[in-house]
């Protein structure tokens, strides 16, 4: 599918390219999935696991199970065995002289199938500080490290914590860091996507939310950076919506600055509300809850450009729709979404309307048939010709742009009332 930038406002290309800038890999992940002419999340929903080289002791004190071997959906997480004896050699002779071997770990991570090692190097030899994905002598992915601006002269000096848990509640297992550059301490987020047809997938930084956790955050541990995201509640585990969606709110609000507006609809016909977090204009999340769980059913999908009118939902009729554009409105995609029960989005329908006469039918308005645009409607639906009354039939009724008009703030009022 293809999609032209006309009547995209000049604008707002500054701004895509700070949202770029502050979201970073996830946004660009959203815009691929779209250019690709796939509706549909960045990732698929899978467990993922959860550990962290942090002391029993420290996890007691902040109110929190130890995780370091065993999560909750029963994935072990193991650090490299380190004897006495010196065994710390034999770490550096499988995985390099580089590997800290104390927060190397073996791994069940949900963008991979296998158990992987996660390796972090040190730097050397005028390298810097990164990571890599090892499955058996296979090197799967190379992660560099982040290092906030302010600490771009300091001196890598130790990586003191690492976790593997799903933080933004998508379903894939995420990587946290504790790191110390110099003398001063900073987290590090890495949002994890599992690989597409595209080769797309990996971990990657999430520089406004490693920046808001390292300046609100006092005591700089795993189990205070996750206190500060949740209360230290793991997905799961929420009273309710209410909880959850505050949980949810607040961890949109360190990933944009508090740039995020939300609101509370009835998408499907039950009596918990879904959550819409977004920046209007640019893109969209919605998540629903049920049994204690957030599930995610968008995840930053982008529109306002490229001839992406934005997404409507029915509301109580579970039906979401967007419409999407090629060649300045020639050619216009209606897609139908439903929920599987509330876990994630289905495809329902894609119907395709032309409308100019494609006389040579290859996709295209052809400058001899530019005067037929707009004079001429034809729709289809998996390569068969549809009529206008079957096209009306995947309409559920009267339709609302999903948007936020709420601050986080106003948000949590709702949520009390």
């Not at 779209?34 to 002391?55: F, H, I, K, V």
């Not at 949002?191 to 997938?201: C, I, K, M, R, S």
């Not at 139908?336 to 876990?343: E, F, K, M, P, R």
Request: include cysteine.
């Amino acid at each position: 599918m293809l999609y032209c930038i006309q009547g995209c406002a000049k604008e707002k290309e500054g701004e895509q390219a700070m949202l770029l800038k502050r979201y970073g890999r996830v946004f660009l992940c959203c815009m691929l999935v779209w250019q690709s002419g796939t509706l549909a999340a960045c990732g698929p929903l899978n467990d993922g696991a959860d550990g962290r080289m942090e002391t029993q002791e420290k996890f007691k004190d902040a109110g929190m199970e130890d995780e370091s071997t065993e999560d909750a959906g029963g994935a072990s997480k193991e650090p490299f065995v380190l004897e006495e004896g010196g065994e710390a050699d034999d770490a550096k002779l499988r995985f390099g002289k580089d590997c800290i071997a104390e927060q190397t770990f073996e791994v069940s991570l949900s963008e991979y199938e296998e158990r992987v090692w996660f390796v972090p190097c040190a730097p050397s030899d005028g390298g810097a500080f990164h990571m890599q994905i090892i499955s058996g002598e296979d090197v799967l992915l190379d992660i560099s490290g982040y290092v906030p601006e302010a600490l771009s002269d300091a001196p890598f000096s130790s990586l003191d914590a690492v976790s593997f848990y799903d933080v933004n509640y998508d379903g894939n297992t995420d990587i946290v860091l504790v790191e110390t550059y110099g003398s001063a301490a900073f987290a590090a987020v890495y949002y994890g996507y599992p690989q597409n047809g595209d080769g797309e997938g990996g971990f990657f930084i999430q520089e406004t939310l490693s920046e808001a956790l390292s300046e609100q955050t006092d005591d700089l541990t795993i189990p205070q950076i996750r206190s500060l995201l949740s209360d230290g509640k793991k997905n799961g585990a929420f009273s309710d919506y209410r909880e959850a969606y505050e949980m949810v709110s607040r961890l949109c609000a360190l990933e944009s600055g508090g740039e995020m507006k939300y609101d509370l609809i009835s998408f499907d016909a039950d009596a918990i509300p879904e959550l819409v977090a977004g920046v209007n204009g640019y893109f969209m999340s919605l998540y629903a809850f049920s049994d204690g769980t957030v599930h995610t059913l968008m995840d930053r999908w982008p529109y306002g450009a490229m001839g992406n009118a934005g997404y409507a939902y029915c509301p109580g009729k579970n039906s979401l729709k967007n419409e999407n554009s090629d060649f300045a409105g020639a050619i216009l995609y209606t897609t139908y979404l439903t929920s599987d029960g509330g876990h994630a989005l289905e495809e329902v329908a894609q119907i395709q309307t032309y409308q100019f006469d494609d006389a040579n039918q290859n996709g295209v308005p052809d400058e001899n048939e530019q005067d037929s645009i707009g004079r001429y409607s034809v729709s289809y639906l998996d390569g068969r010709r549809i009529t206008e009354e079957e096209r009306a039939s995947y309409d559920a009724g009267e339709y609302v742009y999903l948007e936020g008009r709420l601050d986080a703030e106003e948000l949590k009022a709702e949520l009390n009332r």
